[in-house]
């Protein structure tokens, strides 16, 4: 099945600080979707990204299909951006299903 | 978020014994999906739905099963729990397949 590896596991920020997600998928995709899972353990879904960039507040996204790989950035970090962000794509063979990579956990220090 | 809820948020049981987590949606939407969360393996899929009566195995379905009699209501049953199946289970739902999932709070499972 498709392979979704997410870069760094582990990110320690300084508040204020920009930082750089990366997600790496094994074969061609027509969805990918970023999500944030608090402390709490709630998951939030960030954006549904195919292809392109998108924007919302201080995080953007951007997908290059072509080269199987997308992007997360988040500026200015706060302490309320800690947690897990974890990456999605469609299972192979289903379209009605998402494969998630492991995950890069985030913490940001005031 | 009020669209969908689990229940129980956390239960703990005995190896051996059946366990039925429940997830409830107020969205009308028509996939439900059952996640397992757990350490080095992020979320992996144990059984969706895509209508009433309409269900399908994930990648980690062995051990577990799942009724959905009514749009809303979606339940995953562990025939017989055992300590592998400790975990933080999640249901999410979607209204299109794979796109804008969204997630319940999920449901802590210790079988001791």
């Known amino acids: 099945g498709i392979q979704v590896e997410q870069s760094p596991p582990d990110l320690i920020l300084q508040e204020g600080a920009n930082s750089t997600l990366r997600c790496n998928f094994s074969?061609?995709?027509?969805?990918l979707q970023w999500f944030h899972q608090n402390p709490w353990g709630q998951l939030i879904n960030l954006f549904y990204i195919p292809s392109g960039t998108k924007q919302n507040g201080r995080l953007s996204a951007t997908t290059v299909a072509t080269e199987r790989y997308s992007l997360l950035y988040i500026s200015s970090s706060q302490t309320t951006d800690s947690g897990v962000y974890f990456c999605a794509v469609p299972s192979s063979g289903s379209a009605r299903q998402l494969t998630f990579g492991s995950g890069t956990q985030l913490t940001v220090l005031p | 978020d009020a669209g969908i809820t689990q229940s129980p948020r956390h239960k703990v049981t005995e190896t051996g014994t059946p366990v039925t987590l429940r997830c409830h949606q107020t969205?009308?939407?028509?996939?439900m999906y059952w996640y397992r969360q757990d350490p080095g393996h992020g979320l992996r899929l144990i059984h969706y739905?895509?209508?009433?009566?309409?269900?399908d195995k994930g990648e980690v379905s062995d051990g577990y099963s799942v009724s959905r009699s009514k749009t809303e209501d979606f339940l995953l049953t562990l025939e017989s729990a055992t300590s592998s199946q400790t975990s933080v289970y999640f249901c999410?739902?979607?209204?299109?397949?794979?796109?804008?999932?969204?997630f319940g709070s999920g449901t802590r499972l210790t079988v001791v």
């Open positions: 739905s895509y209508g009433v009566k309409d269900t």
């Open positions: 969205e009308n939407h028509r996939y």
């Open positions: 999410a739902i979607s209204d299109a397949g794979q796109y804008g999932y969204t």
């Open positions: 074969d061609s995709v027509n969805n």
